[in-house]
């Protein structure tokens, strides 16, 4: 299966900042990428889906504004949390599909906003 | 609109007693994949099986072994013999065809006593 990498794997930042996470596809050109978010003990909500060289889609509640995703090359595809608060806190997790078989997912990053 | 629905939250075994998780679906899809996912105490979500909505034969992977009913809508996972190294969390998923994206259930928490 596709091998999908994240950077970083975990962060700390300060209310108020901006913080950048990346989505790797390693040995798979993904002309779409997924960006999930998981609080602790809950399951994986989709946030966004990234689409290379055009918009992402949101799903509903999810604000587009805050949650900036850029999907510029068929390998990567970057989710900036803009203006971060202790809320943003969670495990952000993105996958590659394989067209609709099987969805690979990365190693996940970890979101601490004090 | 799709749902999974995981019912039992925390399971807690001792090793070598065989346990079944349990997953129920909600689609009006005619089409459509079922997943099953480990995601261990690091985080990363672990692909387990795939299965689409015209194949309900069962399945079987050295201790790991899936039933999937149509008509009850449910797609189980029996691991046998349990390991300590099972102890995770797993969630069962659903996607849609065209969509990739994915529907997560709740989770289980497993975990083996030694």
């Known amino acids: 299966g596709a091998v999908v990498s994240q950077h970083p794997s975990w962060v700390i930042c300060k209310s108020g900042t901006s913080v950048k996470i990346e989505c790797r596809s390693l040995?798979?050109?993904?002309?779409?990428m997924f960006w999930y978010r998981q609080f602790p003990k809950q399951s994986l909500m989709l946030m966004a889906t990234s689409n290379e060289g055009s918009k992402a889609t949101y799903e509903q509640g999810v604000e587009k504004d805050k949650f900036l995703i850029n999907h510029a090359s068929l390998t990567l595809s970057t989710l900036t949390v803009t203006s971060a608060h202790p809320e943003d806190s969670s495990f952000y997790i993105c996958?590659?599909?394989?067209?609709?078989?099987?969805?690979?997912f990365g190693p996940g990053t970890r979101l601490l906003v004090l | 609109a799709q749902k999974v629905t995981q019912a039992q939250t925390e399971i807690s075994v001792v090793e070598k007693e065989d346990v079944t998780l349990d997953c129920v679906y909600e689609?009006?899809?005619?089409?459509?994949?079922l997943f099953w996912y480990k995601q261990p105490p690091s985080g990363e979500l672990v692909f387990l099986i795939r299965r689409n909505s015209f194949d309900e034969q069962n399945e079987i992977s050295g201790r790991y072994s899936w039933n999937f009913q149509k008509s009850t809508s449910s797609f189980n996972f029996t691991i046998t013999a349990s390991q300590v190294v099972d102890s995770a969390v797993y969630f069962c998923?659903?996607?849609?065809?065209?969509?990739?994206?994915?529907?997560f259930g709740q989770g289980t928490r497993l975990t083996i006593n030694p």
């Open positions: 040995d798979f050109q993904a002309t779409t």
């Open positions: 998923a659903l996607s849609a065809p065209g969509a990739q994206k994915l529907v």
């Open positions: 689609t009006r899809d005619t089409t459509y994949y």
């Open positions: 996958s590659v599909g394989q067209g609709e078989k099987t969805q690979y």
